[in-house]
C-alpha cells in the first residue's frame, strides 16, 4: 500500500495518525466510564444509562482496542474492557437485542479475543453470533433485522443493508466452532441482499420488506434515506464495506465485484466535492454525512488489497481524497473535546441528527489510518 501513496498523502498519514493518539490519549481516560453515541456540549454524552442495546456501543470499546493494538498503551485496553463489562446489561435487555449484536460485539470482544485471547471475551462474541444465527429466517434465506414495529407496521420480514456488516462474527464462529452453519447463513443473507437490495446502477436500497411465511418480497422503504428509489449514502457504504468483507471471509467474488459496483456508484456521486451528502438522490440541502464517507473509505482500502495491479489507484485515491477532504473540513483536534469528526447524520427525517458528531464516524475514521499505518488485524 505504502509504494501507491504520494508523499503528500504518506505524510498527512502519518501527521494525522500523531494527532489521533494524542487527542485519545487523553479521551481514552475522561471517558473510561461512558459508552458515548453523541456528544454533549464538545464531550461525550453516555448512553448507558438508558441505551444500553443501542446498535452503536460497540464502537467506543472498537476504537480503544484499535488504539491498543497500535501503541500498546495500558489506558486504551483498561478502557476497552471495561466498556465490555458494562455492555454484558445489553444480553438481559432480550427485547432489543437485533440483528446489530455483530457491530456490537465483534468490534468489543471479537477485538478483545483477537488481541489478548480472553476467554471472557471469546463468550460474550459466541452469545452474539448464536443470537444473530438465530434470527435467520430460511424460508426467505434472510436474517431478520429489527424487533419492534416501525411505523406501525411489523417488522417480522424485514431486511436492511447495514446486517453486511454483522456477517464477519458468523463467519469467525463457522472458524472457531468448525461449524459451516454460521457460514452458510451468512452467505445465504448476503445473496439475498445482493440481488434484493443492490440496484443495476449499483445504488442500494435500504428496507426490504419480505412476507415471512415464504420469502416474496411485498415492499420496501427508504429508511433512513430521503424516499423509495434513492440512495441513502451511509446504506451504501455499508455495502461496500460489507461486501467485501463477506469476500475476505468466503472468496466468493460476486461479493467483491458487489463491492466494486457500489464504490462506484459511491465515487460518482461524491466526487464533485468529495463530501459526502446525507442521501445523494435528495435535494441539495446541505446535509452531510461524514460517517458515510469514513465507512466507504475503510471498505476501499479493503477493495485495494484485493484488486490488479492497474485497479488499485482508483480505490486508494477516492479513499484518501474522502479521508483527507473530511479531516480537513470537518475534524476538531482540541483536547477540551472528546469528539474528533464532526457532520455525520442519523436519518434524514430525524432533523435532530443532521449534521452532528455521531462516534462511529471516529471509529471508521480511525480504522482508516490504522490500516493506511499497515497495523493489523483487522477486528471484522
Ligand atoms: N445501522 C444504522 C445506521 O447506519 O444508522
Redesign the pocket.
Known amino acids: 500500500m505504502k509504494e501507491l501513496l504520494t508523499c503528500e498523502q504518506f505524510d498527512w498519514i502519518n501527521q494525522t495518525w500523531n494527532k489521533l493518539e494524542e487527542k485519545l490519549s487523553v479521551t481514552a481516560v475522561r471517558s473510561r466510564d461512558k459508552i458515548p453515541f453523541h456528544s454533549k456540549d464538545g464531550l461525550h454524552d453516555d448512553t448507558k444509562e438508558d441505551g444500553i442495546n443501542c446498535?452503536t456501543n460497540g464502537f467506543w470499546p472498537g476504537l480503544m482496542w484499535l488504539m491498543y493494538s497500535a501503541t500498546g498503551k495500558e489506558d486504551y485496553r483498561k478502557t476497552a474492557e471495561h466498556i465490555e463489562d458494562l455492555l454484558d446489561r445489553a444480553f438481559m435487555n432480550f427485547d432489543k437485542l437485533g440483528h446489530?449484536v455483530g457491530f456490537m460485539w465483534r468490534l468489543a470482544s471479537g477485538a478483545d479475543y483477537q488481541l489478548t485471547g480472553s476467554e471472557k471475551a471469546k463468550n460474550r462474541q459466541s452469545i452474539a453470533a448464536n443470537h444473530l444465527i438465530a434470527r435467520y429466517n430460511p424460508t426467505g434465506e434472510f436474517i431478520r433485522a429489527w424487533n419492534a414495529e416501525r411505523d406501525g407496521e411489523k417488522t417480522t420480514g424485514w431486511t436492511i443493508i447495514?446486517t453486511m456488516m454483522n456477517l464477519p462474527i458468523l463467519y469467525w464462529a463457522s472458524r472457531e466452532y468448525d461449524d459451516p452453519r454460521f457460514k452458510d447463513v451468512a452467505m445465504r443473507h448476503a445473496d439475498n441482499t445482493m440481488v434484493n437490495h443492490v440496484r443495476p446502477d449499483g445504488s442500494v436500497r435500504h428496507i426490504v420488506k419480505h412476507d415471512p411465511t415464504n420469502g416474496e418480497i411485498v415492499g420496501e422503504s427508504a429508511g433512513?434515506g430521503y424516499e423509495i428509489g434513492s440512495a441513502w449514502s451511509?446504506g451504501q457504504s455499508?455495502i461496500i464495506y460489507g461486501f467485501v468483507l463477506s469476500y475476505i471471509h468466503t472468496g466468493k467474488v460476486e461479493y467483491l465485484d458487489t463491492a466494486k459496483k457500489a464504490a462506484h456508484y459511491f465515487i460518482a456521486a461524491v466526487c464533485e466535492d468529495w463530501l459526502p451528502r446525507q442521501d445523494f438522490r435528495a435535494p441539495e440541502e446541505g446535509i452531510y454525512d461524514a460517517s458515510a464517507g469514513l465507512i466507504a473509505a475503510c471498505g476501499m482500502i479493503e477493495i485495494v488489497k484485493l484488486v490488479p495491479e492497474y485497479e488499485k489507484k482508483l480505490y486508494l485515491n477516492a479513499a484518501m481524497k474522502l479521508l483527507m477532504t473530511i479531516e480537513r473540513e470537518w475534524a476538531d483536534w482540541s483536547e477540551d473535546t472528546d469528539f474528533i469528526i464532526n457532520n455525520s447524520t442519523?436519518s434524514y427525517k430525524g432533523k435532530k441528527s443532521h449534521n452532528t458528531y455521531l462516534i462511529y464516524a471516529d471509529y471508521y475514521f480511525a480504522e482508516a489510518l490504522y490500516k493506511l499505518k499497515g497495523y493489523e488485524p483487522l477486528f471484522w
Do not use: L, M
Open positions: 446498535w446489530d447495514d433512513q451511509r455499508w442519523g
